[in-house]
């Protein structure tokens, strides 16, 4: 799942700068501006999500995360040139929140149950894993997009960029969901307490 989480970041960061100058004719100084909420957000609502987490067990708050994050991806497949810059920074805020409270608790869990002599390969296991989504976020989502554009995303029009946008996130909310559900399933397990 942490995969998948970090290659819709990046397909976010890699395709949202495109979208932002080329579909709504934002100067470079906004598209920047416009780009800061994401990574500002996830920064602030890191501790949040881990005092969370803390409470209401990693699991739960990765599955939380998970929600918003979907719900993220799903708006991010509305964008539009009516709704410019707010469905945009709308979604994501949802993605970004949605990834602290995914990653925190995902990182706390995982280095929980790996043994002592085991915590530097984990360490580098959950590295690897946020390296192949961002790599692979940027690949697929960029490749996604260009087919829907119809592979010449230099001499796209907005409305096709716009197009694109939303096929390419249309996928990624489907493989979220898809992870969503998975991470329900992470629930049933939960040992009772008595």
């Known amino acids: 799942m942490s995969v998948l989480v970090y290659a819709v970041m990046m397909a976010t960061l890699v395709l949202g700068p495109f979208f932002l100058s080329k579909a709504l004719s934002l100067d470079t100084k906004m598209v920047g501006l416009v780009m800061t909420v994401g990574p500002l957000a996830a920064a602030i609502m890191g501790v949040p999500a881990g005092t969370v987490a803390d409470r209401i067990g990693a699991k739960l708050a990765m599955v939380i995360g ?4 979907t719900i993220g991806a799903f708006v991010m497949s509305w964008v ?3 709704g410019g810059v707010a469905i ?16 925190t608790p995902n990182n706390t869990a995982v280095m929980a149950d790996a043994r002592p002599e085991q915590r530097g390969l984990v360490s580098g ?14 690949s697929l989502m960029g490749a996604l997009f260009a087919h829907a554009v119809g592979g010449d995303t230099a001499t796209a029009t ?3 960029v716009t197009d694109g946008m939303r096929f390419a996130f249309r996928v990624a909310s489907a493989m979220a969901a898809a992870a969503f ?3 329900l399933t992470t629930l049933r397990a939960r040992p009772r307490h008595a």
């Open 181 to 183: 559900l998975f991470s």
């Open 66 to 69: 998970l929600a918003l994050f």
């Open 88 to 103: 945009y920074i709308v979604a994501i805020l949802f993605i970004s929140v949605g990834l602290a409270f995914f990653q």
């Open 125 to 138: 296991l959950l590295a690897l894993a946020r390296n192949l989504g961002l790599i692979t976020g940027a």
């Open 158 to 160: 907005p409305d096709m």
């Open 80 to 82: 539009s040139l009516d």
